[in-house]
């Protein structure tokens, strides 16, 4: 499994859900940013405090979990 050490999930933290490093931040915001269009040039200069790295984790992170959930079905 890939290493996603800058995905986090807190329960004071938006609910628990998963965060780019503890930020409020979410892996799903990044995600619908990326679905909608964005490029990470535009998700980076939307939220600044972001780094390239952290939008590849999150789709990976985004990939693994559609892997495991389709592996529950």
Same mark, same amino acid.
């Given at each position: 499994? @890939?290493? @996603?050490?800058? *995905? ?11 965060? *780019? ?9 990044? *995600?619908? &940013? @990326? !679905? ?7 998700? &980076?200069? &939307?939220?600044?405090? @972001?780094?390239?790295?952290? *939008?590849?984790?999150? &789709?990976?992170? !985004? ?11």
């Amino acid at each position: 499994m @890939l290493k @996603l050490d800058r *995905i986090t999930m807190d329960p004071a933290v938006m609910g628990g859900k998963p965060c *780019i490093r503890g930020m409020r931040v979410t892996v799903g915001t990044v *995600i619908g &940013l @990326l !679905a909608s269009g964005k490029s990470h040039d535009e998700i &980076l200069a &939307l939220y600044p405090y @972001l780094e390239a790295t952290d *939008i590849r984790q999150a &789709l990976a992170y !985004a990939a693994w979990r559609v892997e495991e959930q389709h592996r529950v079905q």
